[in-house]
């Protein structure tokens, strides 16, 4: 990610250390971010699923 780099605070590893902190899952190699990005790709497809299958559940009900 590209920053203005103010003392410690726009180093690499501070980046990383602040999203981090933030609840972001962050990679150390390119192989290790595309693994985060497919689970996370698969946690919203998961969710998506189950909405729609509530949805369909709650129209049957109507």
């Known amino acids: 990610a590209g920053a203005?780099?103010?003392g410690s605070s726009g180093t690499a590893r501070a980046k990383k250390e602040a999203l981090e902190s933030a609840g972001v899952r962050v990679g150390s190699t390119p192989t290790e971010t595309a693994r985060h990005v497919l689970e996370a790709l698969d946690a919203l497809d998961a969710r998506a699923g189950a909405a729609q299958?509530?949805?369909a559940r709650d129209g049957a009900r109507a």
Do not use: E, F, K
């Open 4 to 6: 203005i780099v103010s």
């Open 53 to 55: 299958d509530g949805a």
